[in-house]
Nanobody, 120 residues
């Protein structure tokens, strides 16, 4: 079983920066892609950014140029650096990790989410 734990959310003002972290732990053979999703009140969960095990990245159009995803494979950790935050970035941010089990199955795990509120 793999656990995913996010941290770093909080209340910030428009234009501020914030960095989210997500650590995966537990029994697995290898981590594959990791990603950040968000869900705003009354809206569906959407992909924000993802990063492969070889650090290829993908971003939603709404965050390109403002958010940066990175990972530390030695720590099984992925980061989301968010800059120039806007009120519309307010959401619960979830981390997702794809991994290969010791039994060679490909599964994924979700974190519990961390709330980011952008408000003046």
């Amino acid at each position: 079983q793999v656990q995913v734990v996010e941290s770093g959310g909080g209340l910030v003002q428009p234009g501020d920066s914030l960095r989210l972290s997500c650590a995966a732990s537990g029994s697995m053979f290898r981590l594959k892609a990791m990603g950040w999703y968000r869900q705003a009140p009354g809206k569906q969960r959407e992909l924000v950014a993802s990063i492969t095990s070889s650090s290829r990245t993908n971003y939603s159009d709404s965050v390109k140029g403002r958010f940066t995803i990175s990972r530390d494979n030695a720590k099984n950790t992925v980061y989301l650096q968010m800059k120039s935050l806007k009120p519309e970035d307010t959401a619960v941010y979830y981390c997702n990790a794809d991994y290969i089990t010791t039994g060679w199955r490909t599964l994924d795990a979700w974190g519990q989410g961390t709330l980011v509120t952008v408000s003046s």
